[in-house]
């Protein structure tokens, strides 16, 4: 392994805890051993901090799997040093309570949560995209202030609410850092106006450059800085043959009908930054690739996140400082099946790449 050759400000890594029912030793295949559970996912958190990451996604979604907040309240108990980053659906929630369940758990951690807003819908219901956008600048405006330890008075169309914050966030304010993404232009701005860490999904090089250079205009458009992350899964082993057969076995089951079957169930199935991913996987060569070590296979047996950087450690090394010099500070990684993929990588990169919790 090389060691880094380029200077940088630590990045942030993080993994990624399968609470929405999706872990696969072959992409499609269902197995009972790799579905979501407390003991599962808490396994893969668990050896996450063991290998070193600063971070780990505990995704939501109310159709698939095991409860985040709650996960997130039982592994807080356990773990020492790892931060967590617990997705929250702001549209099936009411901020007032949401702030002080964020406060309790942040507590049980010692101030080590991060929160990842995703801006949902209620289940059953269909806001257009403007709106729901809107809902979810109302809920961050309302969680900062709580957060904060603020009184509140808040005049909106969503929420009309005029309280005191609770004594624990009186007592003891801290407003976690809040991450965000999506690439509609709403969801651009809600990020600028009022989170802290902008993930994007995979994209090309290029690509990347440019919604960083984007985000990082609006957000002073609105006289703040954030800072950008990139979610993306990775199949590193000792050599590239054996990552690229490594990712092609990850395949090998899937047929087209399953994964059109996997992708449409998906909450965001035709949110624009999935339809980008399906574009990008559109766009890439015969085998997937759509530049050099991205690999767009993922996304043929998965909604969002659909590309892996794949390679050998020089390579993968070299393909994430390549993100860290267009501007990127935050990884959020993944790997099939997620357990074995933290290991591999835990052991064959995270020691060469300079980084630190944010």
């Known amino acids: 392994m090389t060691k880094n050759p380029v200077t940088h400000n630590p990045c942030e890594i993080s993994w990624f805890s399968a609470l929405c029912d999706d872990d696969y030793e072959y992409l499609g295949q269902s197995d009972p051993a790799l579905q979501s559970s407390w003991e599962h996912c808490r396994n893969i958190v668990l050896g996450a901090e063991e290998g070193g990451f600063d971070n780990i996604l505990l995704p939501s979604g109310y159709a698939l799997g095991i409860d985040t907040t709650a996960f997130a309240a039982a592994i807080a108990t356990q773990v020492q040093r790892i931060k967590l980053l617990m997705a929250v659906r702001v549209g099936e929630m009411w901020p ?14 010692g101030g080590r949560l991060t929160v990842n807003i995703i801006s949902s ?6 806001l257009d995209g403007a709106s729901r956008y809107e809902r979810t600048d109302e809920a961050i405006a309302i969680l900062r202030t709580l957060l ?3 009184p509140l008075d808040h005049q909106g169309r969503f929420w009309n609410l005029k309280l005191d914050a609770p004594r624990m966030l ?3 304010p801290r407003v976690p850092a809040l991450y965000f993404g999506g690439l509609s232009e709403p969801a651009r701005e809600t990020a600028a106006k009022g989170c802290d860490v902008y993930l994007m999904w995979p994209d090309r090089m290029e690509a990347v450059k440019d919604i960083v250079a984007d985000m990082k205009a609006r957000a002073a458009r609105h006289g703040r800085t954030i800072r950008c992350g990139y979610r993306v899964h990775v199949v590193v082993r000792e050599t590239e043959s054996e990552a690229r057969a490594a990712a092609d076995r990850l395949l090998s089951k899937l047929d087209a009908a399953q994964g059109a079957a996997i992708r449409a169930k ?3 199935s035709q949110s624009v930054g999935v339809q980008a991913q399906a574009a990008l996987r559109e766009a890439a060569a015969g085998d997937g690739y759509v530049e050099d070590n991205l690999w767009t296979g ?6 969002g996140c659909g590309a892996a950087i794949v390679g050998d450690p020089d390579q ?9 010099a267009a501007g990127i500070e935050a990884f959020v990684l993944s790997g099939y099946p997620h357990a074995r993929e933290a290991d591999l990588f835990a052991r064959h990169v995270l020691p060469h790449i300079d980084h630190a919790p944010f």
């Open 96 to 109: 007032a309570q949401l702030a002080r369940q964020i406060a309790t758990i942040d507590q049980i951690l």
């Open 121 to 126: 819908d209620l289940p059953g219901e269909t």
């Open 148 to 150: 904060a330890g603020q």
């Open 170 to 172: 009186q007592a003891a």
């Open 266 to 268: 998906s909450l965001d």
């Open 298 to 303: 993922i996304g043929r047996a998965r909604s």
């Open 316 to 324: 993968v090394l070299a393909k994430l400082n390549a993100y860290r």
